[in-house]
């Protein structure tokens, strides 16, 4: 593997969560149909974490800026790993700091590079993943989590019936993905025995094409993210964290697995975010399986419709963000 980061990392946060920012497309000036903006949507809110009740959903978090280091309550510290251009020695740092504060690690392995100038065209990297010219990557990432000390979660290749072009493996024939799936959680078995799979589609319709069948699924991994001027524009009303998840919900709880929001994140004013806030982690009869919810604590990498920019789904505000 090429190796871009460095290996004397100063902070658990950048060897910890390895994530990277994507180039973003250019903005355009059309305007939007929708529910006009509210200029008195207004965010006073100045942390903005979900409350985590104690008889509820277990709560986890991706946390680069570490504002979750100190939180007693949270299972799960969740990690992005691209499976070129990273140096597998972090995830040591990631296990120390799981197990320190007794969580779990969920692992996201994205089957690509994060520096744009090395990534592969979508059929290039199905070519290659289906030849099995990844199986070295794939192994020497399940080898490094062989021997960490914290329980382990591998997602692999997340949102795969995504049509937005967002990553290079999702909009592949069902038959492909799920024959890659299998390919890269049989070596994660063979070298990482023990280690837990998840299955993380968006959400969207379809995606039960892409279901690799239970014995490859210990948890299904949803994504939810609410943002106020999104839902105007494209719902003409304001979706509440329940309405957000029930879709997804409901095409995955057939299943009959464990289900998680492997990445949750919202922002808009604060008659919008606090509904979010106050039932991320409630239990609720509509959502028999929902066991956790995963915060993803930091701007969004890509760009969203309606020239809405990158979100920042900080808990806390940003000021470096623009």
């Known amino acids: 593997m090429k190796k871009l980061m460095k290996n004397n990392l100063s902070t658990t946060a950048i060897a910890l969560l390895l994530l990277c920012v ?25 942390d903005k974490r979900p409350v985590v009740h104690a008889a509820g959903i277990k709560f986890g978090a991706y946390d680069p800026h570490g504002d979750f280091g100190a939180q007693v309550n949270v299972a799960t510290e969740a990690l992005f790993l691209p499976w070129e251009d990273v140096d597998l020695e972090t995830l040591r740092v990631a296990d120390a700091y799981a197990l320190a504060r007794g969580r779990n690690l969920l692992i996201t392995v ?141 095409l995955v709880a057939g299943y009959g697995k464990p289900i998680w929001v492997a990445e949750l994140g919202y922002e808009g004013g604060d008659a919008y975010i606090r509904p979010w806030i106050e039932t991320a982690t409630l239990k609720q009869s509509a959502f028999p399986n929902l066991q956790e919810v995963v915060y993803f604590n930091d701007r969004d990498v890509q760009a969203w419709p309606f020239d809405l920019g990158r979100p920042d789904w900080r808990v806390v505000e940003n000021l470096g963000s623009n």
Do not use: C
């Open 22 to 46: 994507a180039e973003l497309p250019g903005r355009s000036e059309v305007q939007y149909a929708g529910i006009a903006p509210n200029p008195a949507a207004v965010q006073t809110i100045i």
């Open 110 to 250: 994205e089957p690509w590079s994060w520096d744009v100038d090395w990534r592969l065209s979508s059929a290039q990297l199905r070519a290659k993943v289906l030849r099995g010219d990844y199986d070295v990557n794939m192994r020497s990432i399940a080898h490094m989590i062989s021997e960490l000390k914290s329980p382990v979660i591998v997602r692999w290749g997340q949102e795969m019936e995504d049509k937005s072009g967002r990553f290079s493996w999702s909009g592949w024939s069902p038959q492909d993905y799920i024959a890659a799936y299998k390919r890269m959680m049989d070596i994660v078995r063979k070298e990482a025995p023990g280690t837990e799979l998840m299955w993380s589609p968006k959400g969207e319709p379809g995606l039960q094409a892409y279901y690799p069948g239970d014995d490859y699924v210990d948890l299904v991994g949803l994504s939810v993210f609410g943002l106020q001027r999104y839902d105007e524009l494209a719902y003409k009303e304001h979706r509440t964290f329940s309405e957000a998840l029930k879709q997804g919900y409901d």
